[in-house]
């Protein structure tokens, strides 16, 4: 994985540390960070902030023409709810860890016009395989199935 | 509109009364409103709380269950981030205050499954078209065009 990557896979350790769920992301401006977050769901008891949203909200309030040239990395695909905040900012490019413990939207990202990149990066996935394994009804909560 | 309706209508008026942008929405599982939100783009420099969102949020963390015996009501049509947290929570069906000023995703949602009303109510155009004349770029920021 590259910096941006490595970053995003920081943050779902982060959130493993915190007692949350392992998945993390980060938003890239032209070559630079400008907003981290990771699956807060545990940590603040919320419903909405996977760690693609966390990284959104902590980039702030941006013009459309940022998004627009940005980059989001996250370390598993993205479900619906990330996904359409991906339509909505139509962030041109995403870059996805691993799609194997979910599968998540990024065909429909494709069609949509969104360019995706699946890593399949071990890291990513052994993480998530193993939480899911340790903690199987918080992944389901957090999926909603 | 029914009650709900009229909840999601005093929430976008809220929004107006904080200097915020007039969308709101409430949740209701077996009759009973369990998250009650509105627009926070602007009261908390959100980039993902919109009025969907923020309902959902504040419903807090729920089983799958829930979500698939409640209706969202919201006073605008959906964008494709919060369309997407109806997919993701499979929350079966959605009621619109109006989809003229934004078309939003709701043949989306139809094509996936999601029962949609759409009422045009003239007081939930109203608001949002006085806005959007009053506050084009605020708007314009919302949607990311």
Same mark, same amino acid.
């Given at each position: 994985?590259?910096?941006? @990557?490595? %970053?995003?896979?920081?943050?779902?350790?982060?959130? !493993?540390?915190?007692? $949350?769920?392992?998945?993390? +992301? =980060?938003?890239?401006?032209?070559?630079?960070?400008?907003?981290?977050?990771?699956?807060?769901?545990?940590?603040? @008891?919320? %419903?909405?902030?996977?760690?693609?949203?966390?990284? !959104?909200?902590?980039? $702030?309030?941006?013009?459309? +023409? =940022?998004?627009?040239?940005?980059?989001?990395?996250?370390?598993?695909?993205?479900?619906?709810?990330?996904?359409?905040?991906?339509?909505?900012?139509?962030?041109?490019?995403?870059?996805?860890?691993?799609?194997?413990?979910?599968?998540?939207?990024?065909?429909?990202?494709?069609?949509?016009?969104?360019?995706?990149?699946?890593?399949?990066?071990?890291?990513?996935?052994?993480?998530?395989?193993?939480?899911?394994?340790?903690?199987?009804?918080?992944?389901?909560?957090?999926?909603?199935?």
């Amino acid at each position: 994985m590259d910096e941006f @990557g490595e %970053a995003a896979f920081v943050e779902a350790e982060r959130s !493993l540390s915190e007692g $949350g769920i392992p998945i993390g +992301s =980060v938003l890239v401006w032209k070559g630079q960070i400008i907003g981290s977050g990771h699956n807060r769901r545990v940590q603040k @008891g919320s %419903a909405i902030l996977h760690a693609e949203m966390d990284a !959104l909200e902590n980039a $702030g309030r941006r013009s459309a +023409s =940022v998004y627009r040239e940005s980059v989001l990395y996250t370390t598993l695909s993205p479900c619906p709810m990330c996904a359409g905040a991906i339509l909505l900012y139509q962030i041109p490019k995403v870059v996805i860890g691993e799609a194997q413990n979910f599968k998540g939207e990024a065909t429909f990202l494709r069609k949509r016009g969104i360019m995706v990149d699946i890593l399949e990066e071990h890291r990513c996935l052994e993480m998530m395989t193993r939480f899911i394994d340790s903690f199987p009804e918080l992944w389901k909560e957090d999926i909603s199935v």
